[in-house]
């Protein structure tokens, strides 16, 4: 199982690809990380229900992104491919964005993202803040999931792809 690196991650998937016993560990880590976006949740009302509404939306969207830049009906494997990448992409997402945001909402009390833990009586509501947020840091996870998946298809389909896999994260310029 690979957490971080794309290029070993990449080097499975391209050769002999993950059984499902391999998928399963990947699977486990994505449920738990939506799971976990609405046990965030604070008190319910109507910017949660957005929330969830737009949350929910962007995940049928990057599903469907990722499937079509896997190929659509013509891609392989697309399940394995789609977990494991979501799961690195996720953890380099994470530690790039989330963390660092984290820190500051702890840094700065008061703040509409400032932390507080589920069951707080001094939990703000959600907000509009809150779906801003979402929509701020999200589109950048979907997007490097789909170049992802997008490399993953070139390079399969390329008979002459001999060489090493790029661990540039999907850096080489898309060509159509």
């Not at 997402?93 to 703040?111: D, E, H, K, R, S």
């Not at 959600?126 to 979907?142: A, K, N, R, T």
């Amino acid at each position: 199982m690979h957490i971080w690196s794309l290029k070993r991650l990449k080097a499975d998937l391209l050769g002999p690809g993950l059984t499902d016993r391999q998928s399963l560990p990947y699977l486990i880590i994505v449920m738990i990380a939506v799971s976990a976006a609405f046990v965030a949740v604070p008190k319910h009302n109507f910017w949660s229900a957005v929330y969830g509404a737009v949350f929910v939306g962007a995940i049928i969207l990057c599903t469907l992104l990722a499937y079509l830049c896997n190929g659509g009906s013509e891609g392989r494997d697309f399940l394995p491919r789609f977990l494991s990448v979501t799961t690195v992409c996720g953890v380099r997402w994470a530690v790039v964005f989330v963390l660092p945001l984290t820190i500051l909402a702890v840094g700065i009390p008061g703040t509409p993202w400032a932390l507080s833990f589920p069951g707080d009586p001094d939990r703000p509501p959600m907000g509009p803040y809150d779906v801003i947020m979402l929509g701020l840091l999200v589109p950048p996870l979907f997007w490097r999931v789909a170049v992802q998946m997008r490399n993953l298809r070139r390079s399969s389909s390329d008979p002459e792809n001999s060489g090493p896999v790029s661990d540039h994260a999907g850096l080489e310029p898309l060509e159509d």
